[in-house]
């Protein structure tokens, strides 16, 4: 351990702070790009023999004009922001710069880099939320886990992420843990009850669902009493049970105790039924924006595919360009949310696959007139992109929550397609590293 004089550089292909020092990378959890900083500076083994470092500010030799003051009491504690303390603006052009360094490192020709579209609120923006459960000083607490540790969560008095309506029911859950004894779940000791409070919103709906995620599916302690209390929040309660030893927010046993056992949310002029345990774009308001620009760039005619489909967000807001629409989504959730939405739309013209995109696509022939691709993280898969390469596409209007992976994938499709408008950034998550990104393909 040492203290360095760090000049802060940017984020690198992970959305990580980084600095350079003494003709090494050091990573920050906190710190602003275009800074120099006093830092403690920790070496961390990484891999059988290597190993990576890491800096916590002690102190900013030469602040940034940009910095500003974080209007959360928890920034630099809870893992939730990373830039609060950055004006927003500033925020923009630093994953702009990301981005453009990233798809430097890959033979991928690019006609611009648009600026990126900023998100209509940057507080209260996000439709979800997963609050894990933990315990500090002895009693169980709900809020989110402290950046960079996977065991500890920071009791929240205030967020500005969701809502405040839904910092009330988190508060409103401790209280009823601690006035009915209600177990918290030890992540440690593998033992306890209560892991995981998610809670959804409908920004243009008004809806609002609380699942609880339990490691046990009996003793909920005061459950009916609990429904009482948060009944003046929320449209829905469902309690879900994850009996496993994995630290996610997914119950498989899932049971409605209250209400609606589900959420609507309406974007694109489409009213979307999304279950409790499906995938929705988490900020409604640029979800929006993703629709529009998969519609300013959809060509129209004969046939869709939208792979990684999801509940039908690109589906069903296309629709009325094609003849025919193939929706191909592997996740059963998902899958049943968009048969909901195609029954009540009475959309004859959509068919809805549930398989995998390595699985179903190799099978498929004929001409597609647009392949619509929203991947994961991980990005297109190796079969995939040789199908995609293969088949015979008007175009493809690929959207992405990871330059990296995006990067990769088109330098490999553009043996066969080129980036026809440039490439598109959409800030889904204000005070974040993350970036969503966008851009339409056309043969060669």
């Known amino acids: ?46 891999g059988r023999r290597g190993r990576e ?29 990373r830039f609060q303390d950055l004006d927003y603006q500033r925020q923009l052009v630093i994953k702009r710069e990301m981005v ?31 609050f894990p459960v933990g315990i500090v000083d002895g009693r169980g607490v709900v809020g989110l886990k402290m950046l960079g540790r996977w065991d500890v ?8 992420l969701m809502s405040p309506e839904a910092v009330e029911i988190i508060h409103r859950v401790e209280e009823h843990m601690e006035k009915y004894g209600l177990e918290p779940y030890d992540i440690i000791r593998q033992r306890g009850f209560l892991r ?18 339990t490691y046990r599916g009996g003793g909920f302690i005061g459950l009916d009493r609990l429904i009482t209390e948060l009944s003046d929040l929320v449209t829905g309660i469902v309690w879900s049970v994850n009996d496993t030893l994995t630290d996610v927010s997914v119950g498989r046993d899932l049971r409605p105790v209250y209400g ?13 039924y999304i279950h409790p345990n499906a995938f929705f774009q988490t900020n409604s308001y640029q979800a929006n924006t993703l629709v529009d620009l998969a519609r300013r760039h959809a060509s129209g005619g004969s046939t869709l595919l939208d792979v990684y489909s999801g509940v039908g967000l690109f589906s069903y807001t296309l629709m009325d360009r094609y003849d025919r629409v193939v929706s191909v989504e592997v996740d059963e959730y ?21 398989d995998r995109a390595e699985d179903r696509l190799t099978k498929m022939s004929g001409r597609f007139d647009t ?44 043996r066969g397609y080129r980036v026809s408008d440039g490439l598109y950034l959409i800030d889904m998550f204000p005070h974040t590293p993350h970036i969503e990104l966008f851009a339409r393909l056309e043969p060669r």
């Not at 003494?22 to 275009?34: D, L, S, V, W």
């Not at 800096?55 to 939730?80: A, I, N, Q, W």
């Not at 969560?153 to 500005?160: A, G, H, K, N």
């Not at 409070?197 to 609880?212: A, H, I, Q, S």
């Open 260 to 272: 609606r056992d589900f959420l609507r949310e309406r974007v694109g002029g489409i009213e979307f």
């Open 53 to 81: 470092y890491w800096g916590v500010v002690k102190e900013v030799l030469d602040p940034s004009p940009y910095r500003v003051e974080p209007r959360c009491r928890h920034f630099g504690t809870c893992g939730g922001c």
């Open 153 to 160: 969560v920071v009791d929240l008095d205030e967020c500005f």
């Open 100 to 130: 453009e360094e990233i798809f430097d490192e890959f033979n991928v020709a690019l006609p611009t880099i648009h600026k990126p579209i900023p998100s209509p609120e940057i507080w209260f923006y996000r439709n979800r939320m997963d």
């Open 334 to 354: 998902s899958v049943y949310s968009a048969e909901v939405v195609r029954e009540e739309l009475g959309a004859e013209n959509v068919a809805i696959i549930k």
């Open 196 to 213: 995981y409070v998610v809670v959804r919103e409908g920004k243009y709906t008004g809806d609002r669902l609380v699942n609880f995620v």
């Open 1 to 46: 351990m040492s203290l360095e004089r760090v000049r802060i550089r940017g984020l690198d292909h992970r959305g990580r702070i980084y600095g350079v020092s003494n003709g090494r990378k050091i990573y920050f959890h906190y710190g602003i790009p275009g800074e120099t900083v006093l830092a403690e500076v920790t070496a961390k083994p990484k």
């Open 371 to 414: 392949v619509v691709v929203d991947p994961p993280r991980p990005g297109l898969s190796r079969e995939v992109k040789e199908t995609l390469l293969r088949m015979e596409v008007g175009e493809i209007l690929y959207f992405s929550c990871n330059p990296l992976s995006m990067a990769r994938d088109l330098e490999v499709l553009s």
